[in-house]
């Protein structure tokens, strides 16, 4: 496609079931990225993946988060036993081979609520 | 680790000058960026700066970068009420990028 897309754009679920939100990066990129933005904060990296690998995941908060990305291009954030804290916006970003400049392209977010 | 401080709110009229501020920490960023959030959209890469650069302009947009003070701005000239969003800094790290909390920018007609 154009540009990164990310399904769903917007998700409620209630406290304690599991998630799945999908990004779809620039097509030819090898590096994505997740990042998380609370209302009124600016966006929290969580992730880091070039090519299948997750070659930086410091930025998950704890073991209920994962992210997966098996054929080097679609990748899917996986959240278990949701709490009400995780609600915020998931951004997904794409780059043609994660080197700085001005080559880091983002999606228009996941709106996660869990009630 | 590292911190980008902006200041929360600015105000302006319609056809003045905005300048929007950002400190950063971290000395060795190779580049800083500046992203535009309009209400419910994602983030939108508006320039950025590499980190042997002191300026850079482009249109309506300049950057100016004193690496010494660590500080970055940035100038919208002639702003528009299009303008009104959400400015977030960013410096890079070595895998991802660190924001700023954001400014919110209200033009006034």
């Known amino acids: 496609g154009a540009g990164v897309s990310q399904t769903p754009s917007n998700k409620v679920t209630e406290k304690g079931k599991y998630v799945e939100l999908r990004c779809d990066p620039i097509s030819g990129h090898t590096a994505l990225y997740w990042y998380r933005q609370s209302l009124g904060q600016g966006p929290e990296f969580l992730i880091y993946f070039q090519g299948t690998g997750a070659a930086d995941d410091s930025g998950l908060p704890n073991d209920r988060f994962f992210a997966v990305r098996p054929e080097g291009s679609v990748s899917t954030l996986k959240i278990q036993r949701t709490e009400r804290g995780d609600s915020a916006v998931y951004l997904c970003?794409?780059?043609?081979?994660?080197?700085?400049?001005?080559?880091?392209?983002f999606g228009e977010g996941s709106w996660l609520t869990v009630v | 680790g590292e911190d980008v401080e902006q200041s929360l709110f600015l105000s302006v009229r319609e056809g003045d000058s905005s300048v929007i501020n950002c400190t950063y920490t971290d000395s060795s960023s190779t580049y800083l960026y500046w992203y535009k959030q309009e209400p419910g959209a994602g983030l939108q890469l508006l320039t950025y700066i590499f980190s042997n650069m002191d300026m850079k302009q482009d249109q309506r947009l300049t950057v100016l970068l004193n690496k010494k003070d660590k500080h970055l701005s940035l100038r919208i000239a002639d702003t528009q009420t299009g303008d009104s969003a959400i400015y977030f800094c960013a410096e890079s790290g070595a895998n991802n990028l660190f924001f700023g909390t954001g400014t919110r920018l209200t033009v006034i007609p």
């Open positions: 970003a794409s780059s043609p081979d994660g080197t700085g400049g001005n080559t880091i392209y």
